[in-house]
């Protein structure tokens, strides 16, 4: 269809609305709740109510019930403190003046309720539609008033002379008072949309201490609808016109109100979510994305396509896809299915395992603590040494060579060394039927073979071979006596000298053959 004027856009949706009903409104709540009724401030608490202050209401205390103490059921009038609190007085007078009458006890019952009504008294009425919605209207002529029938003319006033006028906080004021018989309607052109903070997305916390239900937040919100609140990281529901939840903001206000006390040291965090989008005008500021005008927005079916984002740190729910290279400069731990080029060193905090079927090659040095495996199918790699004894084996699995005795000595740094069997004096040996048999060191005291020996099995000796129990000599001084007992044999090789005061003695029966 076509339009008059131009195309509705977005945000009208605010605007063009029928008023509710002003002729009467009754609010329900339970007297016999410490919640509801406060007894420390005189306060009963409706959310999002519709009163204001000095208007003439009728309080019953329901059937069944029983009165709040301080009231009976009778005509009161109204002390607004917010959207959701309000006081009462006995008089307009002392309404005005902030006179509230002390509550001293609960009633019984939870039907209790306080009219409004035209009763040619009251000329102030709160502006709301869709059933307890508070509209935002600053300009009469945002306004269409009829009574009767009869357009009532508009004035940007608080005290219209005729027609209707203006107050704060959205109050409709009629210059004369409407009775029970008037009909009345009316309906917004206009209403003002508080504007998305544009400058910070703030962020205010505070902790509950199970007393304190008001707090000041560092930004005013246009209502509840636009800061969200939790406790101890639980998101919080508003309060609405028709249902009591969580928390309300009043309009054009900085204070956020708990139904009831947060508890003692739960955290209370309110985010401000407005949009934060840029801070000059004209150009500056973002007029539409994806195509759409109005509130800028993503939603979780729009797809963003950029040329590079440049960030601090990312979350991802779902997969990531990356069509090219991913260069970065640090990665501390990867989770990869295939092929893992390193720049540099890999490190594990636990195992490293294969498929027994990968391998892996082109790696200079590995250096571990520990390989598991038998290392049956390593190459090039000395496991272990096998030790034997005239070519039987004793081990094959040792790793250590121990060289023990004076006469041994190893030498030499890194992978080389050098073991060193110095020749010495040879040892005690012990009694056996073969061989031969001496119970001191044997050594052989020469320094150097005279002549050759090269006939098999020659012993050449410089000195004395000397034979228990008989006696040969070779070209040697005899400078001790020398005895052959009896029963014994010696020979004597020339020449030899025997010395002063030494003697050859040859027992009895004994042979001594000097060659």
């Known amino acids: 269809m076509a339009y008059i004027g131009l195309k509705p856009t977005a945000g009208e949706n605010n605007s063009f609305r029928i008023l509710d009903t002003l ?47 301080g009231l009976s059921d009778g005509v009161y009038f109204i002390i607004k403190i917010d959207r959701n609190l309000f006081q009462l007085a006995s008089s307009a007078s002392n309404a005005n003046n902030g006179t509230q009458i002390n509550l001293t006890g609960l009633g019984q019952g939870t039907a209790h309720t306080l009219a409004l009504a035209f009763d040619g008294v009251n000329t102030k009425f709160k502006i709301t539609h869709d059933n307890g919605t508070h509209a935002k209207v600053t300009r009469a002529s945002q306004l269409l008033i009829s009574i009767n029938g009869v357009l009532q003319q508009p004035h940007d006033s608080a005290s219209p002379s005729s027609g209707f006028g203006i107050d704060s906080d959205s109050i409709l004021v009629f210059s004369a008072a409407p009775i029970s018989s008037d009909i009345v309607f009316g309906s917004i052109y206009s209403t003002n949309i508080s504007s998305f903070e544009i400058s910070d997305n703030a962020i205010d916390n505070f902790t509950g201490d199970n007393n ?39 309009t054009d206000s900085n204070i956020l109100s708990f139904t009831s006390a947060p508890a003692t040291n739960v955290a209370i965090q309110v985010r401000h979510i407005g949009f934060a989008g840029g801070a000059g005008g004209g150009g500056g500021l973002v007029s539409s994305v994806f195509g759409r005008t109005g509130d800028v927005v993503l939603t979780n079916s729009d797809d963003i396509t950029i040329r590079n984002i440049t960030g601090v740190a990312a979350t991802f729910t779902g997969s990531v896809s990356i069509g090219g290279t991913l260069t970065y400069e640090d990665v501390t731990n990867i989770d990869s299915i295939g092929i893992i080029t390193a720049r540099s060193d890999i490190r594990a905090q636990g195992n490293i395992i294969g498929d027994n079927a990968t391998n892996i090659s082109g790696i200079n040095s590995v250096t571990a603590t520990k390989f598991y495996g038998d290392g049956s199918e390593l190459t090039g790699i000395i496991s272990g040494i096998i030790v034997k004894e005239e070519g039987s084996a004793l081990s094959t699995q040792a790793t250590t060579l121990n060289f023990v005795g004076s006469n041994v000595t190893a030498s030499g740094s890194g992978a080389e060394k050098t073991i060193t069997v110095v020749a010495g004096a040879g040892g005690t040996f012990a009694a056996n039927a073969v061989g031969v ?38 070209d040697s001084n005899i400078n001790t006596s020398v005895n052959v007992p009896t029963g014994k044999n010696a020979m004597l090789i020339g020449p030899t000298t025997v010395g002063a005061g030494a003697t050859i003695d040859v027992a009895q029966g004994s042979t001594l053959v000097v060659v």
């Open 437 to 474: 048999h001496t119970s001191k060191i044997l050594g052989i005291n020469t320094t150097t073979i005279a002549g050759s020996a090269t006939s098999e099995g020659a012993i050449q000796v410089r000195g004395n071979i000397a034979i228990e129990e008989g006696l040969l000599t070779l």
């Open 212 to 250: 304190t239900v008001n707090f000041t937040m560092s930004k005013t919100p246009p209502d509840s609808r636009n800061v969200l609140v939790t406790l101890d990281g639980v998101v919080q529901y508003p309060s609405d016109a028709s249902t009591t939840r969580a928390y309300t903001v009043a």
């Open 23 to 69: 002729s009467t409104f009754t609010a329900t709540f339970d007297g016999s709740s410490a919640s509801v009724v406060s007894l420390g401030s005189d306060t009963i608490k409706i959310p999002e109510h519709r009163f204001v202050t000095g208007q003439r209401v009728t309080y019953n205390k329901g059937a069944g019930g029983t009165v709040i103490t």
